[in-house]
């Protein structure tokens, strides 16, 4: 019985299905496993704030804070790996559906388009310098703004 | 020579963009343009569509600006192209989500004027529906409106709207008459993708102006257009359905009214959206302003969404018209943005 065709070509089918699985889920602990946060401007956002209202102001549907500061979105660009793990938690979206989202908003002249940046030192820097800012940067444990409390939580 | 009044719209863009840049504004210039082919009566055709400029800029703390221009082929034109104006609008956000808006508007009278404006890329399919050929919907006015959005738990908004409105010598200059253009809308987002609303819309159109295939109206007309809409674009499933019902008075032939309306669905499989869209237009004999006329069209066709910015459509019309008789034609569209 061992090693006749048939049962090569089975096992070789249970393994390439094997390999293709592991990497799948994989994949799918690493996109799950990157945790995001918010960080904002300390004139504006208050320091804690519920889901239901960060995908509001991220969606364009707040236009200002409560002490009447100009909201301005900042966010990692769509094609770096961060971005699209930002467009899933907060957007349920892919970076595409993310970008055609605001293309059209700001079409519409609905909504302020965010900021959107290459790297996080960059966002970071538009976060300190622009009153009424939030912007979402990944979880890494480095701290250089203080992350905005989130239904509890630091991180997401 | 170009008229005075395009020569002024022209030069207050220019200086609105000229002045942005200097100072270092959030200004963005993005644009839309199409090209598509067709197929009708054993002939082939290519068509150039309208190029779309859209300019938006941050002005200050609670002013913006939006302008969208459109550079399209006129038969008339010496150049064989024409620009045209379509929105020149100043927002100031007064409070929270309410905006004061000055300009030339796309009027909120239903979902598809107020959504998608000349950006074909975004366009569900490739025309607009048979109600807009047939300017049941009065598309823009220049005039002051307020506006509010996202209210609330159920997302409300609003829009209330003055303009000059239609009529003969009313333009994005001047009013012909005392009579304004009003326009109130109301709607709501309940869940996410979708958006349900209404609106009226009163003008009295004065005679003489030029509509339709009869010539310029003989008589003035108090127009009242009531329409509804509800639209949902979802993950998988897309619906899309509008209805107006104008009632047109006049000394004359007294009131009549026209019905026009459409349904759309589509259905997403990844990147490409099969639909169909059933159009429905019924112009009473006796109706001055819009063409007489019982119009029927089904459009079938498929939509490749390669990416936010580049979308091809396939679709085939048939139509069938008391006045300009039946009609079957293929057409494939490449929109994109820029």
């Known amino acids: ?38 960080i904002a401007n300390p004139k504006g956002a208050p320091a804690e704030m519920k889901m239901s209202d960060v995908k509001s102001v ?24 961060i971005g699209e793990v930002i467009s899933h938690k907060i957007y349920n979206m892919n970076g595409n559906e993310l970008n055609k989202f605001w293309l059209a908003l700001v079409f519409q ?31 890494d444990g480095s701290r250089t703004l203080t992350p905005l409390v989130i239904d509890g939580k630091k991180a997401l | 020579m170009i008229p005075l009044s395009r020569f002024i ?20 210039i993005r644009g839309f343009a199409e090209f598509h082919t067709t197929y009708q009566k054993d002939k082939l055709q290519f068509g150039l569509g309208e190029q779309d400029l859209f300019i938006t800029s941050d002005l200050g703390n609670r002013f913006s600006f939006l302008g969208e221009s459109v550079f399209k082929f006129e038969d008339a034109s010496p150049t064989l192209f024409n620009v045209s104006v379509e929105r020149i609008i100043i927002k100031y956000n007064f409070s929270g989500n309410h905006n004061l808006l000055v300009g030339k508007h796309h009027t909120p009278l239903n979902y598809w004027n107020d959504t998608y404006h000349h950006g074909r890329v975004f366009f569900p399919t490739i025309y607009r529906p048979d109600m807009f050929n047939e300017h049941v919907i009065p598309l823009h006015t220049t005039g002051i409106g307020l506006q509010g ?15 000059n409105g239609i009529g003969n010598g009313s333009n994005d200059v001047s009013d012909n008459n005392r009579e304004k253009a009003f326009i109130g809308a109301v709607h709501i987002k309940p869940v996410d993708g979708m958006k349900t609303g209404v609106s009226y819309y009163h003008d009295v159109i ?3 102006e030029a509509h339709g295939h009869d010539g310029p109206i003989l008589k003035e007309i108090n127009q009242q257009l009531f329409s509804g809409s509800i639209a949902y674009f ?4 897309e619906f899309l359905a509008e209805g107006t019902y104008a009632m047109d008075k006049n000394d004359s032939t007294g009131t009549k009214n026209t019905q026009a309306g459409y349904v759309y669905a589509g259905y997403r499989i990844r990147d490409i959206v099969p639909y169909i869209r059933a159009d429905y237009l019924k112009v009473p004999a006796g109706e001055l302003y819009f063409t007489h006329d019982t119009r029927t069209s089904l459009v079938i066709g498929i939509r490749d969404e390669i990416n ?15 006045y300009t008789g039946n009609s079957n034609f293929v057409t494939a569209q490449i929109a994109v943005g820029f």
């Open chain 1, 109 to 139: 002249g609905k909504a302020k388009a965010p900021v959107f940046f290459n790297t996080r030192e960059e966002l970071e820097t538009y976060i300190k310098i622009t009153p009424g800012s939030i912007g979402v940067v990944e979880e």
């Open chain 2, 234 to 237: 979802g993950k998988k499933f």
């Open chain 2, 308 to 322: 936010y910015l580049t979308v091809v459509k396939l679709e085939f019309q048939h139509s069938e018209s008391d």
């Open chain 1, 1 to 38: 019985m061992r090693g006749t065709p048939a049962m090569k070509s089975i096992s070789k089918t249970l393994l390439l299905t094997l390999f293709m699985y592991s990497i799948a889920m994989v994949t799918r602990a690493q996109e799950t496993g990157e945790k995001i946060m918010l």
């Open chain 1, 58 to 81: 991220f969606r364009g549907e707040k236009q200002r804070w409560a002490d009447g500061t100009q909201i301005s979105i900042a966010m990692m660009k769509t094609s770096t790996p």
């Open chain 2, 206 to 208: 004065s005679a003489g």
């Open chain 2, 9 to 28: 719209r022209c030069l207050l863009l220019l200086s609105i963009v000229t002045i942005s840049l200097a100072y270092g504004q959030e200004t963005q």
């Open chain 2, 149 to 163: 959005h996202d209210l609330g738990t159920l997302r409300f908004g609003y829009d209330l709207m003055v303009g």
